[in-house]
């Protein structure tokens, strides 16, 4: 029998290469283990979830266009759900998952792809009713120092792209979006911005009670005494705090017509909005934004619009920091 003479370089080398991927599988393993760490030190055992995250929330919030029935949550849902919250806002994870778990929700961990920030998902854990009684995104490397509040999507088309995207430019905040259309329930039901009894509403309050500022997105359709691209107002409130006039002038240095509700008599204001009275009762900042169709979702004036308001979110966020 015939034996090949090997070379002892090639040999060398192939022992170098097999030691070096060794070592380096043992470094990837550690550094995994050590990113579960962290992961599990933040908050809870489930994995992230590398997402598009403007695509998760307008995708989510569409399923209100199917007018699916909405039946509202019972008092003792409302109070843990809240309660639950309550829990992840003062970073509790492991009791907020465990609120939240009695009524159906759970928190989902998620990485957005695009800026790689990370948020807490506060979403049905099934679909079905609960599904469409909302959900929460919160950010979860830093204090919640400004929330954003779609009552109406699909109702009032581009109010949840514009929240999405407003939650992605700006650190330190929380979207709250309604899962229902707001002609979905019996009577006025599910039209959250005028009911107390929603879970929308209960996790508007939940960050009330903190005085967290929040900013609440409405569309309207262009009529004869609405010759505006927005109608600002601040609800129940008659008096607006100084961060309100700094967002109009913005808008009128883009060219955008204003209406200021604590100052003129504007269309569409508010004042019968129960968040903007929960907010005037926690002495809690909100400020109510009317848009016109073209000053949302992908229209000609929604860059400039969109802009005015990430700053008053960077005001707020900017205030609200230790």
């Known amino acids: 029998m015939r034996f090949e003479t090997q070379n002892p370089y090639i040999i060398t080398r192939s022992s170098h290469c097999l030691r070096a991927l060794a070592v380096l599988g043992i470094a990837l393993a550690l550094l995994g283990c050590q990113s579960t760490s962290r992961d599990d030190a933040a908050g809870g055992s489930q ?4 997402v598009d995250l403007d695509d998760r929330i307008v995708e989510y919030a569409k399923q209100a266009g ?3 029935r909405y039946t509202p949550p019972g008092k003792k849902q409302r109070r843990q759900l ?4 309550g829990r ?3 970073g509790d994870l492991e009791e907020a998952e465990r609120l939240l778990d009695s009524v159906g929700f759970r928190v989902n961990r998620l990485t957005d792809t695009a800026s790689g920030r990370r948020y807490n998902e506060v979403a049905a854990r099934e679909p079905g009713t609960e599904a469409r009684w909302g959900r929460l995104y919160v950010h979860a490397d830093s204090g919640v120092r400004w929330n954003v509040q779609v009552p109406h999507p699909v109702a009032d088309r581009g109010t949840e792209a514009l929240g999405a995207r407003l939650l992605e430019d700006v650190p330190g905040g929380a979207l709250v979006v309604a899962g229902a259309h707001r002609t979905a329930g019996r009577g006025d039901a599910a039209d959250v911005a005028h009911r107390t009894d929603s879970v929308f509403h209960a996790i508007v309050m939940e960050m009330q009670r903190r005085r967290i500022p929040g900013l609440q997105l409405h569309g309207f ?3 004869s005494n609405r010759p505006y691209e927005a109608i600002l107002s601040t609800g129940a409130a008659e008096t607006a705090p100084a961060e309100a ?7 009128e240095s883009s060219d955008l017509r204003v209406c200021r509700g604590w100052s003129d008599r504007c269309p569409l204001e508010g004042t019968q909005n129960v968040q903007g009275e929960g907010a005037t009762r926690y002495g809690a900042t909100f400020v109510h934004a009317e848009l016109a169709p073209d000053a949302r979702g992908d229209e000609p004036r929604a860059e400039a619009v969109r802009e005015a308001l990430s700053g008053l979110l960077t005001t707020w966020n900017e205030a609200g920091r230790p």
Do not use: F, H, K
């Open 88 to 90: 992840l806002l003062d």
């Open 47 to 50: 994995g992230r979830e590398l």
């Open 66 to 68: 199917s007018r699916e």
């Open 221 to 223: 359709a262009r009529a």
């Open 245 to 251: 006039d700094a967002v109009a002038d913005r808008m």
């Open 82 to 85: 809240a309660e639950g919250v």
